[in-house]
């Protein structure tokens, strides 16, 4: 499975940022999708994740309320809606999918792992 993340750039805080991870084998439509993200010196945190049928989500108690994880099985593709963006969101995004497919939070859950979208909020 290949994943590729897009959509990170440079906002202000307050401000709003759609990112979208496309998959480009079929196998991962029946898998859990996550999202992480890292900041510089910092370890890989969970940020989101959708179950298969994106009828199962979770998130870190961070972004609860400020961002919306969705997928779309047609296309394969599953979009983080970032809203109200704080600069302690600064960091690079990674998307993955998982081993299984329920909306796991743990990195050991997922198998393949996109390149990163750098995501910076300027206060």
């Known amino acids: 499975v290949q994943l590729q993340a897009s959509g990170g750039g440079l906002v202000q805080a307050g401000g709003s940022l759609r990112l979208s991870c496309a998959a480009y084998r079929r196998t991962s439509s029946n898998n859990g999708v996550g999202w992480f993200r890292q900041a510089p010196g910092k370890e890989r945190e969970f940020v989101a994740a959708?179950?298969?049928?994106?009828?199962?989500?979770t998130y870190a108690d961070s972004v609860k309320g400020r961002f919306t994880i969705s997928r779309d099985r047609t296309t394969n593709t599953v979009v983080l809606q970032m809203n109200s963006l704080k600069p302690e969101d600064t960091a690079v995004y990674y998307c993955a999918a998982a081993r299984g497919s329920m909306a796991a939070s743990l990195p050991s859950e997922y198998r393949y792992w996109g390149q990163g979208t750098l995501v910076t909020v300027s206060s």
């Open positions: 959708i179950s298969w049928n994106g009828g199962s989500t």
